[in-house]
Nanobody, 129 residues
Framework: QVQLVESGGGSVQTGGSLKLACAAS????????LAWFRQGPQKGREGVAC???????KYADSVQGRFTISLDNVEKTLYLQINGLSPEDTGMYYC???????????????????????WGQGTQVTVSS
């Protein structure tokens, strides 16, 4: 059973940094791709970054150059390094996992929430000006 537990959120000032963590268990990483999503106040859920089973990554334009997604296979933890925070980054951040089908390339990952089967409970990020 896939289990995802986020941590690392908090309250920071504009320009600050945070490193979010997602402890992942119950699956083999090479068979999955993973992603981080966020949902701001009165906004839809946005896929900010994803990482494929071969380590390839994709980012939303709004976070490119500021966010870095990474995976530690030994610690079985997915990370999201967030730099240059602004109030627009405020929201609940979720990690998600999706089993890759046999027909999906190892370099593929998705940032569409409808593609994901397993979700963590979220960690709150609040940025003040």
């Amino acid at each position: 059973q896939v289990q995802l537990v986020e941590s690392g959120g908090g309250s920071v000032q504009t320009g600050g940094s945070l490193k979010l963590a997602c402890a992942a268990s119950g699956f083999t990483y090479r068979d999955y791709y993973l992603a981080w999503f966020r949902q701001g106040p009165q906004k839809g859920r946005e896929g900010v970054a994803c990482i494929a089973s071969d380590g390839s990554t994709k980012y939303a334009d709004s976070v490119q150059g500021r966010f870095t997604i990474s995976l530690d296979n030994v610690e079985k933890t997915l990370y999201l390094q967030i730099n240059g925070l602004s109030p627009e980054d405020t929201g609940m951040y979720y990690c998600a996992a999706r089993r890759r089908s046999p027909y999906t390339s190892s370099w593929f990952c998705s940032r569409a929430s409808s593609d994901f089967e397993s979700w963590g409970q979220g960690t709150q990020v609040t940025v003040s000006s």
